[in-house]
């Protein structure tokens, strides 16, 4: 591919990505503080038998999500540009709700005709696995609406919907469990009522119903989604089976209990890192689309926003890593459940590479080969349940954690390896070099409170290291790499 020099434009989408960074950050904020205090009240409300089924649950509705929605919302995302261009928006938009309305048709009959299969295969009760089919069409719905506003660059409308959404479930979850003692199942209904509300407003949001009316659907609309879909769904199965499988593997050999250990440890690490990780690739990728569409180079923005990434994630899974229990005590309020504990360094590191490839990636997204990213993620998630099989067995929760940490370096490795010509991606050198530098002094520090210091409240050493840090990185380590340049 022929690039076009547009400095211009260029800086105006790097300008517009901070600015849809800041509209964007309270929602992941927010989303981080929820799930912070969804772990200490759903462990306060529910026993480890309990928490159990509510991991299982999920982990069958993130399943099914894969397979029949989240492609469709994230195909709407890829190609809402390229279609608003040319003006025919309403025919694209009826298309990715034909496609969604057959998937939940669908969904619903493979249910229904292998039930008995997928019943003995989940291990749940037939009222949570009928629970979580319906559950999947607001959530569904949801997927498709918000990566539409994501299309529209409506990174405030996005936000406040998904702040609602985030506080909205933890409450209507914790009036259900007290007011109808209805257990883990309080979550679910929580989930549905709050997502079904969200949905209404997000319609509203997005002015869809001003742009959408059915027309006769065409075949070049649909081959594209399709063609980039269908490999993007099969690749976050391949994650599915990297992040989730472990706990049907875990369920499988020692039951809901060690499962829930399983689900507390994801519960400390990956929903509360995720979003602020996140945070990044989600104001810049849209905008990072409209480039590459108007044929600049958008690698060294993409490298630019690596290095702020490694800036903001390295430091804190580390922290979290050294201090993993002093964490688990912040989040986990039945003690039963301390044991998770162990999960938390395997678990953030692994969430580390993992958001990672968000960057190492998005050359497959945009040069549509996504195939490719499925293969290298099947490949980490075949090898992933293989290490579960035969580290639990002999490790219990720490052949979990070796699993999983395995399965997502591998993934962010091959992606590293695997470069798309003229999309591979430039090394932050630079902020790579400051980090290292403001990494040493941090490292005295925590070596002090080990020897010396360990009468300092848990909590107060993390903030410390945390802030000896970055001011090392901002106040000295740029002035040195200023003058050794």
Same mark, same amino acid.
């Given at each position: ?119 003995? &295969?989940?291990? =749940?009760?037939? @009222?949570?696995? $009928? ?5 999947? *069409? /607001?959530? %569904?719905?949801?997927? !498709? ?68 009316? &059915?027309?006769? =659907?065409?075949? @070049?609309?649909? $081959? ?5 879909? *269908? /490999?993007? %769904?099969?690749?976050? !199965? ?71 990434? =490694?800036?903001?994630?390295?430091? $804190? ?75 639990i067995p002999k490790l219990g929760l720490a052949g979990v954690g070796i699993a999983t940490f395995t399965a997502n370096f591998l993934y962010w490795l091959l992606s590293v390896l695997i470069v798309i010509p003229n999309l591979n991606l430039y090394f932050p050198k630079n902020a790579i070099v400051r980090i290292i530098a403001a990494f040493i002094p941090a490292t005295g ?15 107060i050493q993390i903030c410390s290291l945390l802030l000896c840090f970055y001011v090392i990185y901002f106040l000295v380590c740029r002035k040195f790499i200023k003058f050794a340049e």
């Amino acid at each position: 591919m022929e690039y076009i020099e547009n400095k211009e434009l260029e800086e105006k989408e790097v300008k517009g990505i901070f600015t849809d960074m800041i509209k964007y950050s309270p929602s992941k904020l927010c989303g981080m503080f929820g799930n912070m205090i969804a772990v200490p009240i759903y462990t306060s409300l529910f026993s480890q038998q309990q928490y159990g089924l509510y991991t299982i649950s999920i982990a069958m509705l993130s399943f099914l999500c894969i397979i029949f929605s989240d492609w469709v919302g994230l195909s709407g995302l890829r190609f809402f540009r390229r279609h608003q261009i040319v003006d025919d928006l309403p025919k694209y938009l009826t298309t990715l709700v034909t496609i969604l309305t057959i998937n939940m048709v669908l969904m619903f009959a493979i249910a229904f005709i292998f039930r008995d299969g997928l019943y003995s &295969f989940f291990h =749940i009760p037939f @009222k949570y696995f $009928l629970a979580v089919l319906f559950l999947i *069409i /607001p959530v %569904a719905i949801r997927a !498709l609406l918000s990566q539409l506003l994501r299309a529209q660059l409506k990174s405030i409308s996005y936000t406040v919907a998904t702040i609602l959404n985030q506080f909205a479930t933890i409450l209507m979850a914790v009036c259900f469990a007290k007011c109808f003692n209805m257990g883990a199942a309080s979550i679910l209904l929580g989930m549905g009522v709050s997502i079904s509300l969200i949905d209404i407003l997000l319609l509203y949001q997005s002015e869809i119903l001003k742009v959408f009316k &059915f027309q006769k =659907i065409e075949w @070049k609309f649909i $081959l594209p989604i399709i063609c980039y879909g *269908i /490999p993007l %769904a099969a690749t976050s !199965l391949s994650a599915w089976i990297i992040t989730k499988s472990n706990t049907f593997i875990m369920n499988s050999i020692s039951g809901f209990e060690k499962t829930a250990l399983v689900g507390v440890g994801y519960g400390i690490t990956l929903p509360i890192l995720m979003p602020l990780f996140a945070m990044i690739t989600v104001a810049a990728i849209p905008r990072i689309i409209n480039l590459y569409e108007g044929k600049i180079d958008v690698r060294p923005i993409v490298s630019k926003f690596l290095g702020y990434y =490694i800036l903001v994630a390295l430091p $804190l899974v580390t922290v979290m890593s050294l201090y993993s229990v002093d964490v688990a005590h912040i989040f986990i309020k039945n003690p039963q459940m301390y044991e998770a504990s162990a999960l938390v360094p395997y678990f953030a590191y692994g969430v580390f590479f993992l958001a990672m490839t968000d960057y190492t990636t998005l050359q497959y997204h945009l040069a549509n080969k996504t195939h490719i990213e499925f293969t290298i993620k099947l490949i980490s998630g075949i090898i992933g349940v293989a290490l579960n099989f035969a580290l639990i067995p002999k490790l219990g929760l720490a052949g979990v954690g070796i699993a999983t940490f395995t399965a997502n370096f591998l993934y962010w490795l091959l992606s590293v390896l695997i470069v798309i010509p003229n999309l591979n991606l430039y090394f932050p050198k630079n902020a790579i070099v400051r980090i290292i530098a403001a990494f040493i002094p941090a490292t005295g520090l925590w070596y002090l409170f080990k020897t010396v210091g360990t009468g300092v409240n848990g909590v107060i050493q993390i903030c410390s290291l945390l802030l000896c840090f970055y001011v090392i990185y901002f106040l000295v380590c740029r002035k040195f790499i200023k003058f050794a340049e």
